[in-house]
C-alpha cells in the first residue's frame, strides 16, 4: 500500500502535471509557471539527495536553511528543500550576523539554499559556521571563496525530469521558525508535516481559494504568514504574487495593477496605508478574499478597508507559531463582531481541526465570559521547541488526558462561544507585526549598558499596535547611542530601541519586577 506523502511540495508537483503553463509565482517583473518552478525545485532536490552525506539524523529528515528574502529565488529555495524532503529553516537576512551565529549553531543544517541578497550575509564568519554544502540559487553568479565551504551554484546543476517529492511521512518536520526568545535566546518552533498539510489543505478549501485566484505575499520566510501565502495558494493551483520589501507603501497600486484577488497582511500593512491615505474608496475593487492575521485588527482598519475593498469578504485570523500559522478565525460581518470594551474584532471560533479553551492557572476551564488564558488543542499543535525540552513541556501541557498549548493570550469567550483577544499575560508584543519577547531585548541591553535593572516597552501604540521600542536602564546616565550601536550587532531592526533612557530609580511592581506599565505611562505623559 502506498502510505500518504505529506510533503509541501506535492501540490505543486500536481498542479505542474495537470496545468504546467499556470502562472505559479510573480515577483518584479520575473516570473515562474507551476511546470518552472516543479523543474527548478525538482533540480534543487536533485543535487541535495545525491550527496552521500544526505541522511536523516535521529530519525527526522535533514535539516536545509533558506537564506533569502521574500522573492522568486527564495520560493525556489524552499520549495527545493521540501521537494527533497528536508525540514526547511527560514533564515531572517533582518538579523545581525552574531543572531545568525546563533541559529545556525542551534540547528545542524546539512545545507544552505541563499539568494542573491542571502549570500551577501555569507560572510567569513557566517561561512565558517555553515554546513559543507551551500547553493547559490540567485540571478549573479557569486565570486569564488576560499574556505572549506563548497558554494554550488544553481545555474550550473543539469535539468531533470522531475521525479515526485520525496516521501514526508506525518511526524516529520516540515519546517523550523524561529521566534524571539525571552532568555535571549531566539526559540525554533518545530511543525510537522503532518501539522503542515493539514492547515494548507484545510485553509484552502474553507477560504474557498481558486486556482484562478492571484494571491499577495508580503512576508519573509521567517514569518509563519508566509506558509499560509505561498501553500495555500499553492494548494490552489493559484498564482502568487509577492510584493517587494522595497515597495510596501505602494501595496494598493501593486494590488490594483496585478489585479489580485486575495489579499493577505497582517493589519499594521493596511492601518500604514490608511495613514498615509493610500486606501481610497473602491481602490481596491478586484479582492474578493482579504485574511488579516498575526495581531489586533481594529475596527478603524476594517472600517477603511471595506471601503476600498467592497466585493472583498474579510477574515480576521489567529494563531501563534507554535499552533501552526492560524488556528480560529472571524469573518467579518456588519455590524463588526467586536470584542466589549474595545475597538478590535473577535478572534472567532477554532477552524477546522482545532479546540479553543480560556483556563486559569491551574487549566481549569473558565466559564464563558471569563478571562484567562487560551489555550489551544488539534491538529496543528507543533512537536515543541528544538532542543528546549523543558520550555516545551511547561509550555505544551496535558490537560485531561490531551496535549494543549499555552498561548499567553489573556482571553475570554463569550456566551455565543466566540473568543475575544484581551491582550498578553507574559511581556510579548507586536512590533508592525512582528512578535517580540521585551525580555529578548533586556537580555541583551544589560550586557551591552552593564546596567542589572532594565526595561523595555512598546511605544508608541496607536489603535492598540505598538511601532516601536523604548527602553530605560537603571543609572543615572547613559550613553544612547552607543547602547543602541551595539544592539545594532546583537538585534533584529524591529527589536532596537529607538531611544534608550537612564533612570535613576526604575519603577517596581509589587513582585519587585520593573513596571512597564508605569514605564509607558512615563513616556505618555513626556508626550
Ligand atoms: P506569531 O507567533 O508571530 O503568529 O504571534 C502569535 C501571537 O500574535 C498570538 O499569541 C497573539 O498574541 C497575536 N495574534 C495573532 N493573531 C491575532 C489576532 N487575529 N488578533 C489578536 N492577536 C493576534
Avoid at 549573479?140 to 517529492?165: H, K, N
Avoid at 501565502?229 to 496585478?258: C, D, H, Q
Avoid at 476594517?302 to 475593498?309: E, K, L, P
Avoid at 529607538?498 to 513616556?523: N, Y
Amino acid at each position: 500500500m502506498m502510505l500518504k506523502n505529506y510533503n509541501l511540495a506535492c501540490a505543486i508537483n500536481h498542479h505542474s502535471m495537470i496545468n504546467p503553463g499556470a502562472p505559479a509565482v510573480v515577483c518584479q517583473g520575473r516570473s515562474l509557471t507551476y511546470g518552472e518552478l516543479a523543474e527548478r525545485a525538482a533540480r534543487l532536490a536533485a543535487c541535495l539527495t545525491h550527496r552521500l552525506d544526505w541522511q536523516r539524523l535521529d530519525g527526522q529528515p535533514p535539516c536545509v536553511g533558506i537564506l533569502a528574502s521574500r522573492g522568486i529565488d527564495a520560493c525556489v529555495a524552499l520549495l527545493g528543500a521540501c521537494w527533497a524532503g528536508a525540514t526547511y529553516v527560514p533564515i531572517s537576512l533582518k538579523q545581525p550576523e552574531e543572531r545568525i551565529l546563533t541559529l545556525l549553531a542551534q540547528c545542524g543544517l546539512s545545507a544552505i539554499i541563499a539568494d542573491d541578497e542571502g549570500a551577501k550575509l555569507l560572510s567569513e564568519r557566517v561561512l565558517a559556521a555553515c554546513p559543507q554544502v551551500v547553493i547559490h540559487a540567485g540571478q549573479t553568479s557569486l565570486t569564488p571563496r576560499d574556505g572549506a565551504v563548497e558554494i554550488i551554484e544553481m545555474a550550473t546543476l543539469p535539468t531533470v525530469i522531475p521525479e515526485e517529492p520525496a516521501p514526508m511521512a506525518a511526524p516529520d518536520t516540515a519546517y523550523i521558525i524561529f521566534t524571539s526568545g525571552t532568555t535571549g535566546i531566539p526559540k525554533g518552533v518545530m511543525i510537522s508535516a503532518c501539522s503542515a498539510r493539514h492547515y494548507v489543505a484545510m485553509i484552502a478549501e474553507w477560504l474557498e481559494l481558486r486556482a484562478s485566484d492571484r494571491a499577495l505575499e508580503t512576508c519573509e520566510l521567517s514569518f509563519d504568514f508566509s506558509v499560509h501565502n505561498m501553500f495555500a495558494t499553492w494548494e490552489a493551483g493559484a498564482a502568487l504574487y509577492i510584493l517587494p520589501a522595497t515597495t510596501v507603501m505602494n501595496a494598493v497600486k501593486f494590488a490594483r495593477n496585478s489585479g489580485l484577488t486575495v489579499w493577505n497582511s497582517v493589519p499594521s500593512l493596511a492601518g500604514m496605508l490608511r495613514q498615509i491615505k493610500a486606501l481610497a474608496p473602491e481602490s481596491l475593487a478586484t479582492l474578493r478574499v482579504t485574511v488579516f492575521g498575526g495581531e489586533q485588527l481594529p475596527a478603524s482598519t476594517v472600517t477603511a478597508w471595506q471601503h476600498a475593498a467592497p466585493n472583498s469578504s474579510i477574515f480576521n485570523l489567529y494563531g501563534p507559531t507554535e499552533a501552526t500559522v492560524f488556528c480560529l478565525a472571524q469573518t467579518v460581518a456588519n455590524p463588526l463582531p467586536l470584542t466589549p470594551g474595545r475597538d478590535v474584532l473577535a478572534i472567532g471560533t477554532p477552524l477546522p481541526g482545532n479546540e479553543a479553551r480560556v483556563v486559569d492557572e491551574s487549566g481549569q476551564t473558565m466559564a464563558d465570559g471569563t478571562s484567562g488564558e487560551l489555550v489551544i488543542a488539534g491538529k496543528q499543535l507543533a512537536d515543541g521547541y528544538l532542543g528546549a525540552h523543558e520550555l516545551t513541556a511547561s509550555r505544551f501541557p496535558t490537560l485531561d488526558g490531551k496535549r494543549w498549548y499555552r498561548t499567553g493570550d489573556l482571553a475570554l469567550r463569550d456566551a455565543t462561544g466566540c473568543f475575544h483577544c484581551l491582550g498578553r499575560i507574559d511581556n510579548q508584543v507586536k512590533v508592525l507585526g512582528y512578535r517580540v519577547e521585551l525580555e529578548e531585548i533586556d537580555a541583551h541591553l544589560r550586557v551591552v549598558s552593564g546596567a542589572d535593572v532594565v526595561g523595555s516597552v512598546a511605544w508608541p501604540q496607536a489603535d492598540g499596535m505598538a511601532s516601536g521600542i523604548v527602553s530605560f536602564v537603571g543609572a543615572s546616565t547613559v550613553d544612547a547611542e552607543q547602547v543602541i550601536d551595539a544592539l545594532k550587532k546583537r538585534l533584529p531592526p524591529y527589536m532596537l530601541p529607538s531611544r534608550v533612557i537612564a533612570l535613576e530609580t526604575m519603577p517596581l511592581s509589587s513582585s519587585g519586577k520593573v513596571d512597564r506599565r508605569a514605564l509607558r505611562q512615563l513616556l505618555d505623559a513626556a508626550a
